[in-house]
């Protein structure tokens, strides 16, 4: 792979090891993907944020890493944390949890990355524009950037996206070159989805139903909105590891996709609503729940928005946590519009920073987490060990089953 003479130069250490180590790190992913050469990015979305995924290995090398004095020059984010880092307490976050997150996030800003804690950085202040390449890790935010904005990234995870970031750099490879664009499966829904939760489902049963390079186009879904997708990618990510999909006439490739009929030579999935039920009890929960949790991925205005008005007029049930789970960024608009007060006047909250997923809900006694989202009613179970299960119903459902109307 070709290397600029000042590539060269951090490569062999001339700027300290620790740059040496995060250009190796780049070079050697090139290598092993073919890639001809590096390229320029100006921006980066590190994941391996909360203390509950991360561990003291990586809180270890992070605070190294931070003792050199290296910083991003780029616009680089994080991902959620495993708390609001304000209201920690509020949540029932232990202590000895909290003091390893709050390390944690020290010293990524010292490396000069954002405290977002966010995994829609694109609705936070870091939004690729159509065509720019980047450097994004967290499988949500890569899957909606290449399909919904029509940006390019190739699946990054957090130490590569902090390599990517420290040093400005990514291989030129896989979705960042327009032949492995193309879609090569055809998804033909033939139901109609009646809210949001159908769209997870859709993802989810997509994701599991494709191999890890797939690349589907999606018929019948016109009336998606933003939202929608956020949740169809969020879930196709879970469960599979599909990093770019195309909508006809939503998506901004699709004029692309759709020259020379391309969608009629490719192998066809047929998705109807007895295939969305199979996902909907396949996802359910069979025990009494004790939380609502909805933001995963965090909420947009929009979406907080919705909640509040749902909420007007009823009351959380007694036992029952309605949680809202956001940016800083949105947050702090949804506050100045009323919404947070909407929120919390019915008996809910809405916190920032973090998430159910990432979360130590198995420590701060929740059984059963309900949510209108498929990626956190498949990982859920699964992070905390069984200790919480997780269910995926609708978003007025939730409501309905959180307030008794």
Not at 149 to 174: F, W
Not at 224 to 240: I, R
Request: include cysteine.
């Amino acid at each position: 792979m070709y290397l600029s003479q000042s590539e060269e130069k951090i490569l062999r250490g001339d700027r300290g090891w620790a740059l040496a180590k995060a250009m190796k790190l780049i070079v050697t992913l090139g290598e092993l993907g073919d890639a001809e050469k590096l390229v320029s990015i100006r921006k980066a979305q590190i994941s391996g944020v909360s203390y509950k995924t991360v561990g003291d290995s990586n809180l270890e090398l992070l605070e190294m890493l931070a003792k050199e004095k290296i910083k991003t020059k780029i616009n680089a984010t994080l991902n959620p944390a495993g708390m609001d880092l304000d209201r920690w307490e509020e949540m029932g976050i232990p202590q000895f949890f909290a003091k390893k997150q709050l390390r944690i996030c020290n010293a990524y800003e010292k490396l000069g990355i954002k405290r977002t804690c966010t995994c829609t950085p694109y609705l936070s202040g870091n939004k690729p524009s159509f065509g720019e390449m980047v450097g994004f890790s967290e499988s949500s935010a890569i899957a909606y950037v290449n399909s919904v904005l029509g940006a390019k990234t190739n699946r990054h995870g957090g130490l590569d996206a902090l390599s990517a970031a420290l040093i400005g750099k990514v291989p030129l490879m896989g979705y960042l070159l327009h032949e492995n664009r193309r879609a090569n499966l055809f998804v033909n829904v033939k139901f109609k989805p009646k809210n949001e939760a159908d769209y997870a489902a859709l993802g989810y049963f997509i994701g599991k139903s494709t191999q890890a390079d797939d690349v589907p186009v999606f018929n019948g879904l016109a009336n998606a909105t933003p939202d929608n997708l956020k949740l169809l990618a969020a879930a196709s990510a879970a469960s599979g590891a599909i990093a770019l999909f195309h909508v006809l006439g939503v998506t901004p490739e699709i004029k692309r996709i759709e020259k020379g009929g391309i969608t009629r030579r490719l192998s066809t999935i047929e998705v109807t609503s007895e295939v969305i039920k199979s996902i909907y009890d396949e996802l359910s929960a069979n025990i009494k729940p004790n939380l609502i949790a909805i933001g995963c991925p965090h909420c947009s205005l929009k979406e907080i928005k919705t909640i509040a008005y749902m909420l007007a007029g009823r009351m959380i049930r007694e036992k029952m946590k309605f949680w809202v789970f956001t940016s800083p960024q949105v947050f702090s608009k949804a506050e100045k519009k009323g919404y947070i007060n909407m929120i919390k006047t019915s008996g809910g909250d809405v916190f920032k920073h973090t998430c159910m997923v990432v979360a130590p809900i198995e420590e701060m006694g929740f059984e059963c987490v309900l949510t209108n989202s498929a990626k956190a009613s498949f990982y859920i179970p699964r992070l905390t060990k069984n200790r919480c299960q997780a269910g995926l119903h609708s978003l007025l459902d939730c409501v309905r089953l959180a307030t008794n109307k």
